[in-house]
Each structure stands twice: as structure tokens, then as C-alpha cells.
């Protein structure tokens, strides 16, 4: 048995484990996993969030081979959560038998117990086996191939470590140690100094400990793993090498009041100090460059003080803290929501040298002026999204891209501002226009008068906009995300002929448009971007000849009042090629027999149906699809 256990490839064990059978032999209740030589795990009695069912167990109560229905079966495997919350037995050493492979998720978390002893056949412990446990601590015989332990003496009471083979790397360790077995006397472990000969924390080695409030670090440690300290007591942490990773949520949910990192540590990962409600300040290193997503998010961040080495801030970094002022000095991107709920966050200064601002990253801050230095290249949509005080927003002549408005429910902000000389966006009449496009400088420059030449996409009206109109310019084709969002001043919105394409949102949470107006002969793109009290009571005008085309068109089609409008061009309907006022198939004919230039008399205007400039053989497919409906 023994041997054959010994070449059996966890791996593909660990593939197998869906459920057959269970049932209950002796103290436990066992589960047959699928694919395997009658192998069963151990289980729980009970799948209860007071625990898994089990008490008062001893070293005999754990079988190598049991029997049920007459067929024996090995035990091979600590199942998932089998003896989650349980209280075993805090006076007794438990020693799991010879055959058991493999210890699963939770097995013994929030476990209670003396100390547990693993056997030589051990080949597989899950990250998160003993999160949160008491136990009294974790050996293994010393013949297992794969584990070890290792004894550490912590103010004066001796704890002992599960490591890998090499006593390398710390596995997980026990939260507890009863002083003495007979009078069953608990001395929790509260502190550790990390043994010399460690290099590595693993993964949630010390997850969810209840007492652990001081952890000694050597400058030999090389990575501290994923969770190691999560939910812990830790009150401060001192890492001394600049090479050491730390992993992510590393110190989460902790009581963490102080962090010293050292110089030339480059990068914070993810959810590192996250939600560590007693760190009030911080000071980062010269030579750290990124903070990972959420990696500082809701603290209690007072003050921050990032290096001159920084150049990226990840999505949330630093989010829903209540510091006031933020030096982002050398910073290249900051990230979406990186500053997200910092409520009281009235002042951003840098050395001008960020490059993009990604969506929502100052939503909900205290901001009353834009921090858009020179030299910046990119702003997200809703970059500054419900900064309520915000009164000022001038866009710098170095952005050539702004992917939707920046600054929706900016409820004190009436009108946008370009800086001079910018070659890629204006402002017309307190709105945000790109020019010859986002990313393309203009065809050609300013003309005179009122409206800026090259005008290609309304990017954003301000949300404190005080106009009741909004008319968007002739050769605009496209009105940006949420261009107009929650600008509720608007009551009618006239769309110019040049017009292709309105993008999600556009006037979303706008309820009393009651007129719109668009020019364009064929219906720009566009989704249900108005809203449903818009679609029902307000009024829709399009040119007379387009009418029926805007009666199919997605997102058009749902305005309830459509009325054709006179614009002064031909007045035919679009498909309407023998202008003789209706769509027919006599229309299908007349426009192939101008194809084939057997007849010249002929609507060009409504023989585009296609809309794109071109009079072609895709006209008649085009044509043909309205009247089957299919267009």
C-alpha cells in the first residue's frame, strides 16, 4: 500500500475529486473520489458555519483502510474545511496515519487543538490548510520527503514551524501553545523573530492569527507570500531587504499602524496594506517606482509622501483615505480610482511630468481646480467624475486624447477651457470639442467667428452648464461617452448633418429633453442613449426624406413622436428613387436599370441608401433589406 501511495501523482489526483460516495465509519465521515482505487477522503460531519462536527479526537481515531458495503477503502486525504472550527483535543498530539497524501483547503482552519503530527506519505498541503488555526503546534516525521519542521523559541516558549524539506520556507504555523498537555494551560503566540535560516513566508502562513502582534524580519528574507499576515494583530512592519517581494494582501485587514520599507524597493503589489485602519502616514522609499491596485486603499492615511522615484499609481492605490493634499511629484499614470473617495482631498501638485489620468481617478474628491499640468498626454473619461466642488478645468495644449467626458456630476463647473495653442481641442460655448479628431491635429486651423474650425466630436458639456440648448456644431460626427450626462439644464438638443455616431451614455439621466433635432439623412449609430422618459415625451425631428429610415434604426426607433422635417435639400424619402413619394420594388428596378446607365432620372440623393456617398450595387441590397424589413 505504502509504495504504491508513493508514486501516485497528486496532480492527477487533485484533477479526479468529484464526489461518488460518502458515508460514516467509526468517527469520521468519508467521501470516494472519482477515478482512484477505492481512495476516500475525510470530510465533514457536518457542513455547519459553527464548525465541520468533530470532538475529542485521539491518534487511533484516525484508520488507514476502512470498510463500508463490504469494499475497503484507503484513507488518503484531510478533505476541504474537514475540521473547520472544531475543537479537537487541546491536551493530545494527533498523529495522522501513514497513507494520507494529501491535507486540502481549510482542513484545519480555526482548528483547536494539541499539536498535529504528519506522516512520512505527506505530499501535498493546501495554501490555505490552516488559516486562522490553534493549534499547539506542527511536526513531521522526519523521513517525509516533502515537509518538515522547525523548532523556534519565542519568549521562551518553543513553537515549531511547518517548513518545506530544506527549512527554507515557512509553510504555516501554529496560532497557539498549550503550556502544559495535562492542566491544558494556553499560551497564544503573540510575537515571532523569524528564524536565520528562513528566505521565505509562504502563502497565508500566518493568515487570520488573532494573537500575532509583532513579527521580527532578518534582511536574509527574500519573499513574504500571498496573505501571509492577512486579518493578523501585526501593528508595524520593518522589511530590511530591498530584493524582497511581498506578495499580495500580504498585510490586509491587519492592525498595521507604521510601515518601513527600505531604499531601492521598486514595487508594492496588490492589496498589500489594504484596509489597515491604524496607518495614519506614510512615507515611501527613494527608489520605489509602482503602488499596485488597492495597495494603501482605506487606511487612514492623514499624510503621504511619495518618492521622487514614483511613476505609477495602479488603479485604487490609494483610494478612500482622508489626507488632504497629495504631492505626485515625478508620477507618469495614475490610475483608475487611484484616488477614488478621498473626500477631503483639496490639492494635487506635482513636478509636471504625469503623462495620463485614467478614468474615475479622482471621483469624489474635494477638488475645486483640475490638476492638468503641461506635458500631459491622456485624460480618461470621468477622470474627475462627481467632484461636486470642481470650478475649473482647462485642458493643456500637450493632451491629444480625452476618451469621454472627464467630469460628469462636476456639478460647479459651467463651462470648459482649453489652453491656447492646443492643436487638438476646443471650446465652444462652454463645451469640450476635440479637433480633426482626439489624436489627429486639425485639417486646418481656426476660423473666424464664433465656432472653432475643424470641430469632429463633443467630448463633454459641463455638467453645471446653465443653457437649456445645446447645439452641436456642423461637421461634429460623433458625440463622445457620456458627453452630456446629468446636464440637466437641457431641454432641446439639435444634432448637425454631419453627425455618424452618439457613444453609450450620451445623455443618459437627462429626463426633460422634450425636442431633438438631428440633420443627418442617415441615422448616426446609436444605441438607447437617451433616457425612457426622453423616448416618451419627447418629440423627434429628422429630415422628411430620412423619416422611415429613422423609424427602423436602432435607438431612434425608440422615440414614440418621429415628424419629418423640411430642411430645404430634396425633400424625397431615402430608397425613394423614381421619386414618386413611397419605397416600392418600382424602386429596386429604377435603381439598378442607373446602374446599368439605362436611366438617368433618377433621386441620387435617395439612391444612397447605404449613406455612404456612393451610388453602388450595396445601394440595391440596401434597398432591398428595407423593404423586407431587414433594414
Known sequence: MKSYLTFLSFSLLAMCMLAQTQFTSGKFKYEVIEGTDNMVQI??????????????????????????DGVTYYVVGIGANAFYK???????????????????????????????????????????????????????????????????????????????????????????????????????????????????????AFYGNPTLKTVNFHAGITRIGMGAFYGTQLTKVNIPNPECVIGNSCFSNSQVGSVTLPQGMKKLGRHVFFY???????????????????????????????????VKLDSCALQDNPFTSINLKNVKFVGRQAFSQCTNLTTVTGNGMLEEIDGAAFTRCALTTAYLPEGLLTINMNAYFRCQNMNSFTVPTTVTTITGNPCVGATALTAFAVADGSEYFAAYDGCLYATGGSTVKPESSRADGDVPAGLTALVGVPTGWQQSVLRVPEGVTVIANQAAREVTSITEVELPSTLVEIRPSAFSSITGINKVTCLATTPPVSGGYFTDAVYENATLYVPMRSLELYMNAEGWSNFQHIEGLDTGDDSGLIGDVDNDGEVAISDVSALIDYLLGNNDDICTACADVDGDTFITIADVSALTDMLLGNN
Open 43 to 68: 470530510i465533514p460531519k457536518s457542513n455547519s458555519e459553527s464548525g465541520a462536527g468533530y470532538s475529542n479526537l485521539v491518534s487511533s481515531d484516525f484508520k488507514t483502510s476502512v470498510t463500508y
Open 86 to 204: 472544531c475543537k479537537l483535543n487541546e491536551q493530545a498530539i494527533l498523529q495522522l496515519p501513514e497513507g494520507i497524501i494529501f491535507i486540502d483547503e481549510g482542513a484545519f482552519s480555526y482548528t483547536e487543538m494539541g499539536s498535529l503530527k504528519m506522516p512520512t506519505t505527506l505530499q501535498f498541503i493546501a495554501e490555505t490548510a490552516f488559516n486562522d488555526n490553534k493549534l499547539a503546534g506542527m511536526t513531521v516525521l522526519a523521513d517525509n520527503p516533502y515537509f518538515a519542521h522547525l523548532a523556534s523559541t519565542q519568549s521562551n516558549v518553543t513553537y515549531t514551524l511547518l517548513t518545506n524539506k530544506e527549512k527554507t520556507k515557512i509553510i504555516a504555523a501554529p496560532g497557539a501553545k498549550p503550556t502544559q498537555f495535562s492542566a491544558g494551560g494556553t499560551t497564544y503566540l503573540t510575537s515571532i523573530t523569524i528564524p536565520d535560516q528562513i528566505t521565505e513566508i509562504g502563502d497565508y
Open 276 to 310: 489597515c485602519p491604524n496607518l495614519t502616514s506614510l512615507t515611501l522609499p527613494e527608489g520605489m517606482e509602482e503602488i499596485g491596485l488597492m495597495c494603501f486603499a482605506s487606511c487612514s492615511l492623514t499624510s503621504v509622501n511619495l518618492p521622487s522615484t514614483m
